[in-house]
């Protein structure tokens, strides 16, 4: 990209995130000056006296190997002047929040209080140009009678009392934190994109993923023969977010996964992908040849990585 990259650094929060942390590596590859937000309910980093997670042990490491390139802030969510400190010069920003404590209520209300900190901070910076804010394919995809729908794209919403009603807590903490950061973006007036992911693989996701990997995963039988269980490669949907964050004609909600999974076989692959957090019997066999409808579409995604956005 060379004289292309923003005068300005980007901010990722969390950074210490597993989207976050790829969103990061990604960021650096290109050549991009990086302000790595990691998150701590404190408001103390762990990196600086607790016990550091294998993600943040290895963004300190990468800061000290290139402290000119990527500066570690600690921040906590609900401490709205630690989101200015960290956001302070910087022109973008990738909001990509995700919890490691299990998901219930609590959880649910932390993450639409931390959204909305996130964004005023970013109405309350003047260097900020854009926000990419990482959602999740959840917040589109839970509601009564989908079955029965053809289309399912960036025009759909969970229903939050569907979501209560099963205890889909990590669906609702999806929706409601994106509802709630498109309505302050709009009444502030700022250029925000929401991008909508899939089951999220990658390398090690099992052991740095795996409480929102399987909080994603509740409900996955009902998704699967609905026809909106589907995943995405980590690395594509770095490359998703930053083309988001470049492209100045992206606007609105993009929904983004690889595969569909809408076969037995398929679904029996990636349940071997995430052992030991899904095992299957040593023995077991695909024995059902059903193929159950899709109904997700992503046209408007694959405008955008053809290179036209909208």
Request: charged share 25%; glycine share 6%.
């Amino acid at each position: 990209m060379g004289s292309d990259l923003p005068d300005h650094p980007v901010c990722v929060l969390d950074a210490s995130s597993y989207v976050g942390f790829w969103i990061l590596k990604g960021l650096l590859s290109r050549g991009y000056s990086v302000h790595a937000a990691i998150q701590n309910k404190k408001g103390k980093r762990k990196t600086e006296g607790g016990e550091a997670t294998e993600i943040e042990k290895k963004i300190m490491e990468m800061a000290k190997e290139d402290d000119t390139k990527l500066v570690v802030f600690g921040v906590d969510v609900l401490d709205y002047q630690s989101i200015l400190v960290a956001l302070k010069s910087c022109s973008g920003v990738f909001c990509c929040l995700d919890f490691q404590d299990p998901y219930d209520e609590k959880m649910v209300d932390l993450e639409v209080r931390g959204a909305i900190n996130v964004v005023e901070a970013c109405a309350q910076t003047d260097s900020i140009a854009k926000i990419v804010f990482t959602s999740s394919l959840t917040a589109a995809i839970w509601r009564e009678n989908i079955c029965s729908e053809k289309d399912v794209d960036e025009r759909s919403w969970s229903d939050q009392s569907f979501c209560r009603k099963f205890k889909l807590w990590y669906a609702l903490a999806k929706t409601l934190s994106e509802q709630a950061a498109w309505a302050l973006a709009m009444d502030r007036d700022l250029n925000m994109v929401s991008i909508n992911p899939g089951l999220v693989l990658g390398p090690s996701v099992s052991q740095q993923n795996p409480r929102s990997t399987m909080a994603y995963l509740k409900g996955a039988a009902q998704m699967f023969e609905n026809g909106v269980l589907a995943y995405v490669n980590v690395n594509f949907l770095v490359s998703v977010h930053i083309r988001a964050m470049e492209d100045t004609s992206t606007c609105g909600r993009y929904l983004c996964f690889d595969q569909i999974v809408n076969t037995e076989e398929e679904a029996v692959k990636i349940a071997q992908g995430l052992s030991p957090l899904i095992s299957l019997p040593q023995s077991y066999e695909c024995g059902g040849s059903e193929v159950y409808e899709e109904r997700l579409r992503n046209k408007k995604l694959n405008k955008l990585v053809e290179g036209t956005a909208y």
